[in-house]
Each structure stands twice: as C-alpha cells, then as structure tokens.
C-alpha cells in the first residue's frame, strides 16, 4: 500500500508569490489534515479535510488556504508568501474521522527569500 | 497554539540507557498518541492511550496517562543509537469553540542516544 505522498518536496519562492501544494493520501483514507513546522513554533495545525469538506480550521490568515477532491487527494495554496511562511508543510491522512493514528507525507519544504 | 508542551526539550543519554519524556496539555482528551520525527522527515506514529486508560506498552515503549494531572510520558526502555530523533506528543480533543474533533501536537523533546 502506498504511503502518503506530498509534492514537491522542496521548493523556493520569493514574497509575494503564491505556492500550491499538493497532498496525495493513503488509498481508502477520506481525511486529510495539514501542519506547518517551523523551528520557533513546531507543529501548526493548518485545517483538516474530510470528503472534500473542510472540517478544521487552524489559527492562520486567509492567504492559507486548501481544499480537497473526490478523490481525497487534497491541496494547500498559500498566496502573498512572506518570510515566515518558510516551513516543512507536512500532509497527514487517517481512514475516517482523527481518532486513530495519522499517517504523514514526507513533507514540502518550502523556503521564501 | 499548541495543546501540548513537552518537557525536557532535549535529552541526551548513552545506548542502553532508558529515555523518558513527558508532555502536558490544557483541555480534556479522547486520546493521546506520540510520534517519532527524524530529522526534516515525516512523523511515524509510536503508540496511541485512550482517555480511559492508564498505561500502555508496545515492544521498548511504554506510555503512561495521567488525566487528572493532564499528562503523559513516554519511556523507551534500552536506548540504541537509531532511537535519535524528535519525539512528539499529540492530543485529540474537541475545540473549546465546538466542531469536530482534531489532533494537535506538543513541542517536541529532541532525543540524542550516544553510542
């Protein structure tokens, strides 16, 4: 069975540039949630989708945003990129609902100059 | 914001020694997990306790639950060098705002074994 897929795994973009990510899970998990890491701030939850339905919803500004398609396969945009967006973007996925164990990607990393 | 916060920040012990690391967090629980990160990889998950359980173990792990202190730790027994990496708690509870249930993640003990 495959694992979680993320791409691309690495990346530079300069401010104010726009990146999608993209986040292939698990076959057969409908749930996906998204994390920004940081050194300073560790693990962020982002948002978390749920047959294309956006569930959750972390503490960041509108320029994150994401969504998720009938395939479970979901995407993150982040839009006006600015330094402290530079970040590993992590990608998990989980069979239904999050009371069981996550599984992640490998991660996007994604620096800003 | 982070639900969890986990102390010591870094350990550094020598093969063989046992390694324990304990996370705190703030709101009631249905669950607690810890994750294993290598560096600028993936989390794999370690062990999953239920709200209602006490102490768990899989193989060199063994993970304590404590509800009334709101804490946990985790123990790994015979430390090897290939255990280095960084180690995560992470709860699933309901937002205080209401909604569904999510999965958020303390700040990390970073743990070196020393061959």
């Known amino acids: 069975k495959a694992g979680v897929t993320q791409t691309p795994r690495y990346l530079i973009k300069t401010r104010g540039q726009q990146v999608t990510l993209s986040c292939s899970p698990i076959?057969?998990?409908?749930?996906v949630s998204w994390y920004q890491q940081t050194p300073g701030q560790g693990l962020q939850f982002l948002f978390e989708?749920?047959?294309?339905?956006?569930?959750n919803k972390g503490n960041f500004p509108g320029r994150f945003s994401g969504r998720q398609f009938s395939n479970s396969r979901s995407e993150m945009n982040v839009s006006t990129l600015e330094l402290g967006d530079s970040a590993l973007y992590l990608c998990?996925?989980?069979?239904?609902?999050?009371?069981?164990?996550?599984?992640f990607g490998e991660g996007s990393r994604l620096t800003v100059l | 914001s982070q639900q969890g916060e986990e102390d010591p920040q870094a350990l550094s012990i020598q093969e063989g020694e046992n390694a324990t690391m304990n996370c705190s967090y703030k709101?009631?629980?249905?669950?607690l997990q810890w994750y294993r990160q290598n560096s600028g990889r993936g989390l794999v998950h370690l062990i999953l306790?239920?709200?209602?359980?006490r102490e768990k173990h899989s193989g060199r792990l063994r993970v304590t639950l404590d509800t009334s202190k709101k804490s946990s730790s985790l123990l790994i027994t015979a430390s090897r060098a290939a255990d280095t990496a960084s180690y995560f708690c992470?709860?699933?509870?309901?937002?205080?705002?209401?909604?569904?249930?999510?999965?958020?993640f303390g700040t990390g003990t970073k743990l070196q074994v020393i061959p």
């Open positions: 998990a996925s989980t069979w239904d609902t999050i009371t069981g164990e996550l599984f």
């Open positions: 076959s057969g998990h409908r749930s």
């Open positions: 989708y749920f047959s294309e339905t956006q569930r």
């Open positions: 709101t009631s629980i249905n669950n």
């Open positions: 306790i239920r709200s209602n359980e």
């Open positions: 992470a709860t699933n509870s309901y937002p205080i705002s209401g909604g569904y249930q999510k999965v958020t």
